[in-house]
């Protein structure tokens, strides 16, 4: 894995079974428009905003430890390569110690190379250090 991907890691007082399950309520964290499954191997979602939309499927689940999120297709219209996304990766690690949780987030492929990486770095941290932080330390839904 290249160090220039994006990544983000929390820790929380949580169990690892409900880091998984945060992880895949993406509607209460990171996208309220949501469509499909984000649990188990071959599971398909999309998320939407306004004119963009980003389509994932689930290639690798262990629960209570991983999921990866493989971008099938994507529309990041504000990109002059809106497919920027397409054929990278999120992958979602989790661990357990002394009762706190860790989640490392890495999307391989974001690199500071893509146009978008800056933007996306900005969105992932509000998204995943702040409102996936928030589900799973205080069960607060995002409102955006």
């Not at 991907?5 to 895949?24: C, E, L």
């Not at 994507?74 to 999120?90: A, D, F, Q, V, Y």
Request: glycine share 6%.
């Amino acid at each position: 894995m290249e160090q220039n991907n994006y990544h983000s890691t929390f820790s929380a007082n949580i169990t690892p079974a409900q880091a998984y399950n945060d992880i895949s309520n993406v509607a209460a964290w990171w996208a309220k428009s949501f469509k499909g499954k984000a649990q188990q191997v071959g599971d398909t979602f999309t998320v939407q905003f306004g004119d963009t939309f980003v389509a994932f499927e689930i290639t690798e689940a262990i629960p209570e430890r991983k999921v990866v999120w493989h971008v099938t297709d994507c529309n990041l219209h504000w990109l002059k390569n809106k497919t920027e996304w397409t054929g990278t990766s999120i992958n979602w690690d989790i661990a357990s110690k002394n009762g706190i949780t860790t989640i490392n987030m890495t999307h391989i492929g974001l690199t500071p190379a893509l146009e978008c990486y800056e933007n996306c770095r900005e969105g992932w941290d509000e998204h995943v250090l702040e409102g996936l932080f928030k589900l799973a330390t205080t069960g607060e839904v995002q409102t955006k």
